[in-house]
């Protein structure tokens, strides 16, 4: 069955980088659309962060524009998310999100969510 597993989560200074990753795998067809969102323990929704599509267009929220960067590696499956001049109201869960084709359905899978806290 499909999994998206993200890893590159930590804890980092203000003014900081750090980038996570996020690899999916089991069964693929094809993937379209990928992207990144965001959600804190005070949000009940998960707010979007950046997304690409298959052929490398991609769409920030405004508040990461000019600072975070994603990109995809098609043959490997994985989306990054390079994340530069941190501050403390970027920290939030992070997860992944892609839209899988497989030999049975084409449906949306979120991986399991990476910590990122950055520290004032």
């Known amino acids: 069955q499909v999994q998206l597993v993200e890893s590159g989560g930590g804890l980092v200074q203000a003014g900081g980088s750090l980038t996570v990753s996020c690899a999916a795998s089991?069964?693929?067809?094809?993937?379209?659309?990928m992207g990144w969102y965001r959600q804190t323990p005070l949000k009940q929704q998960r707010e979007l962060v950046a997304?690409?599509?298959?052929?490398?267009?991609?769409n920030y929220a405004d508040s990461v524009k000019g600072r975070f960067s994603i990109s995809r590696d098609n043959a490997k499956n994985t989306v990054y998310l390079q994340m530069n001049s941190l501050q403390p109201e970027d920290t939030a869960v992070y997860y992944c999100n892609a839209d899988i084709v497989t030999r049975l359905r084409r449906r949306t899978y979120w991986g399991q969510g990476t910590q990122v806290t950055v520290s004032s």
């Open positions: 089991g069964g693929i067809f094809s993937i379209n659309d």
């Open positions: 997304t690409i599509t298959s052929g490398g267009s991609t």
